[in-house]
């Protein structure tokens, strides 16, 4: 059984810079695709960014060239490099894996047979 564990959240001011990484453990590990989502006070579960299988990449507009989404497959872990953080990036973000195919064009709907984190929280404020 994969276990996902997020990590890096924290509070930082508007501007500042944040690293969130996921880590698989418990099986080997290849996903379809692999995801960061957030989700916001008071809002539905949102993507943000996703790694395909074959290493390409998608982002969602509102991350507007600031979010950069990695992985290390030695490590099993995904990363979401988070620059010009503004308050409206204030939410519980999470990783979570695809498994079997999604089409791309649905990347950015959360799935509830996909396999998800925890969570860590980002909060940005001055």
């Known amino acids: 059984q994969v276990q996902m564990v997020e990590s890096g959240g924290g509070s930082v001011q508007p501007g500042e810079s944040l690293r969130l990484s996921c880590a698989a453990s418990?099986?080997?590990?290849?996903?379809?695709?692999w995801t960061w989502y957030r989700q916001r006070a008071g809002k539905e579960r949102e993507g943000v960014a996703v790694m395909f299988n074959d290493d390409s990449t998608n982002y969602r507009d509102f991350t507007k060239g600031r979010f950069i989404i990695s992985r290390d497959n030695a490590k099993n872990t995904l990363y979401l490099q988070m620059n010009n953080l503004a308050p409206e990036d204030t939410a519980m973000y999470y990783c979570?894996?695809?498994?079997?195919?999604?089409?791309?064009?649905?990347?950015?709907?959360?799935?509830?047979?996909?396999?998800w984190g925890q969570g860590t929280q980002v909060t940005v404020s001055s």
């Open positions: 979570a894996a695809d498994l079997g195919f999604v089409p791309a064009f649905q990347w950015w709907l959360p799935r509830s047979d996909a396999l």
């Open positions: 418990g099986a080997t590990f290849s996903p379809y695709l």
